[in-house]
């Protein structure tokens, strides 16, 4: 179909008699383009080709099959609707008149005139149809202008979008090159997402090889019921994790973070009590004050643990002469309502130390701000904390002064659902007894629990006390105040914002003199970086001789591989 024009002829399509000639003369004779088709075929190529309008007389459509025009009519586009002017003469057959009432549906927009018809009257209703034409050609050219405007603001928006992209590069770029952030970046570096299918199932599946494996060697050096009940329990869960992942590979899936869960939030925090005296001074005490019918709260258990020991841990440095940090929850009820939404559970750590500015006070949540010396804070604990408390569904408030102390304040959304039984912690402090003399004291980073177990198992079979840390962050806070630590075996793929060859990195700039040997089931990702580093690896899984050995080697100063 031509695109229609205001140029366009009114087509006159009455084969019968003089109608025709004598309407194209009529029309043309008052200004108007005008052209007779003889057939209906040729009325439809002509509709096809282009028209202002149609005049016809009905008896042009008696008996014959008119579809071809009807299909036309129908296939206009939505800004089209063609004027028709039917010539109708008095008939009284029987049932003209339902025939006529179907050819006016089938085109639509029809004007009815009727024998006999004076020029005059003829003439103005083609005119007013002509009108209304280009009222239809006027609405064509506005709609093609705003699809025009459209395309070109969409345009305008791509090439807003790349300059801005390009600007934000630029921007990235200049933070990048900072000396200062660059260090502060480095110490903080995430850890690289498992993104490849091939690393992340060969690290999972390692880690499984290395339960059973592992403990089918310990079963046969215990006779303890208990730990070999612990160690059959562990193969059992790490076979059952195990046909999950293979569902997870049959469904092309990538294995999740963990989501968050319903906690109970005394229990979680009560469970930190230890860790909390362990990560900070001596001089420094830890008061905690819960409310006992605390709600629960839906929360990333392990990252409110790292969220609690960032506050505890910035709290300690604000009071370098010791002082107190007092942890408090309550619950807040919403104003109004009574279905529990709207509620949260406020958690609070103060402490009385130095305080802040308030030029301080308005930056502490900027990532990379720290008014620590360099080499003593990244700036993203705080950051940590705002992130955590907005992804939560919360909000994070902040109130200190000058020499009067900080209060930080996490209003976290209560859950209607029932606490998990089974919080996990950051860090287990299990210390073997088996021996009056330890081999040495271990720290063991490991984010898995049934592999933590089972090593723990080993390393206390080979005499060693051991410290467990579930993330490189809290490895780092159990390290505080140059604990007794003999060596730190790690991971390295673990959740937390730090790898295990960045720890490794860390604890060499804190401690250069703490051995550390690292372990991986799919290790060949970082054994360059480690290698460069000097770090030895031991490969998942292994036996109790393979670890001992690797041990020795390292805490000897040689190769653990």
Same mark, same amino acid.
């Given at each position: ?18 109608d ?9 004779? *008052? ?28 008896e ?17 586009p ?8 039917l ?6 057959q ?7 009432? *179907?050819?006016i549906?089938?085109? %639509? *927009?029809?004007?009815?005139?009727e ?6 009257? /003829? ?6 149809a ?8 006027q ?9 025009r ?13 790349e ?7 630029a ?35 390692n ?36 046909s ?10 990538? %294995? ?37 019918? /605390?709600?629960?709260?839906?929360v ?9 020991? *960032?506050?505890?841990?910035?709290? %300690? ?29 406020? /958690?609070?750590?103060a ?10 006070k ?30 939560? #569904? ?8 000058? #020499? ?6 996490l209003l ?22 088996? %021996?009056?003399e330890p ?17 723990a ?18 490895a ?25 060859v ?29 290698e ?30």
């Amino acid at each position: 179909m031509m695109a229609p024009s205001e140029f366009d002829p009114v087509l006159v399509f009455a084969p019968v008699g003089r109608d025709a000639a004598a309407s194209v003369e009529l029309l043309m004779r *008052n200004g108007i383009a005008a052209k007779a088709c003889h057939d209906l075929s040729a009325f439809v190529i002509e509709l096809e080709a282009g028209a202002s309008a149609a005049f016809l007389a009905e008896e042009a459509l008696f008996s014959r099959n008119a579809s071809s025009l009807y299909k036309w009519v129908a296939d206009q586009p939505p800004w089209s609707d063609l004027p028709f002017i039917l010539l109708t003469s008095r008939q009284e057959q029987m049932g003209i008149e339902g025939w006529r009432q *179907n050819v006016i549906a089938k085109l %639509r *927009n029809v004007a009815l005139l009727e024998r006999p018809v004076q020029a005059l009257t /003829l003439v103005s209703s083609l005119q007013s149809a002509l009108r209304a034409r280009t009222r239809q050609l006027q609405l064509r050219a506005l709609l093609e202008e705003r699809e025009r405007s459209a395309q070109q603001l969409e345009q305008l928006v791509v090439a807003r979008t790349e300059a801005l992209e390009a600007a934000n590069t630029a921007l990235r770029e200049q933070i990048r090159v900072r000396a200062e952030v660059e260090e502060k970046l480095r110490q903080a570096q995430k850890i690289e997402a498992i993104g490849q299918l091939t690393g992340g199932v060969a690290h999972d599946f390692n880690n499984l090889l290395m339960v059973i494996s592992g403990g089918l060697e310990m079963l046969d050096r215990q006779a303890d019921p208990a730990r070999r009940k612990r160690l059959r329990d562990g193969m059992r869960q790490a076979a059952e994790r195990g046909s999950g992942l293979t569902r997870q590979l049959l469904a092309f899936s990538r %294995r999740q973070e963990l989501k968050p869960q319903t906690i109970d939030l005394a229990r979680q925090i009560g469970g930190m009590r230890e860790l909390l005296d362990r990560s900070l001074r001596g001089d420094v005490h830890v008061l905690i004050d819960l409310s006992p019918d /605390l709600w629960p709260v839906e929360v990333d258990a392990s990252e409110l643990e790292l969220v609690v020991l *960032n506050l505890a841990v910035n709290a %300690r440095d604000a009071m370098p002469k010791g002082g107190t940090i007092k942890i408090t929850a309550k619950n807040e009820a919403a104003q109004s309502g009574a279905d529990g939404h709207g509620d949260f559970v406020r /958690l609070v750590v103060a402490d009385d130390g130095c305080g802040m500015t308030p030029e301080v006070k308005a930056r502490v949540f900027e990532p990379f701000f720290t008014t620590k010396d360099i080499g003593k804070g990244s700036g993203l604990g705080l950051a940590q904390v705002h992130g955590f408390a907005q992804q939560s #569904g919360g909000t994070v408030e902040i109130e200190s002064e000058v #020499g009067k102390g900080t209060t930080i304040s996490l209003l976290l959304p209560r859950s209607l659902d029932r606490p998990a039984s089974d919080e996990h912690h950051l860090v287990d402090l299990h210390v073997a007894r088996r %021996r009056a003399e330890p081999a040495g004291n271990i720290l063991l980073v490991e984010d898995d629990d049934e592999v933590a177990a089972l090593v723990a198992e080993m390393l206390d079979e080979l005499g060693f006390e051991v410290v467990r840390a579930a993330t490189a962050s809290a490895a780092l806070g159990a390290l505080a105040n140059g604990r007794s630590v003999d060596l730190v075996f790690s991971d390295i793929m673990m959740p937390g914002g730090m790898n295990g060859v960045e720890l490794a990195k860390e604890v060499r700039f804190r401690r250069s003199d703490l051995p550390i040997l690292l372990t991986s089931g799919y290790s060949e990702s970082a054994k360059q970086d480690a290698e460069a580093q000097g770090i030895n690896i031991l490969r998942k899984p292994y036996q109790l001789a393979e670890l001992e050995e690797a041990i020795r080697r390292t805490m000897a100063g040689g190769d653990g591989n």
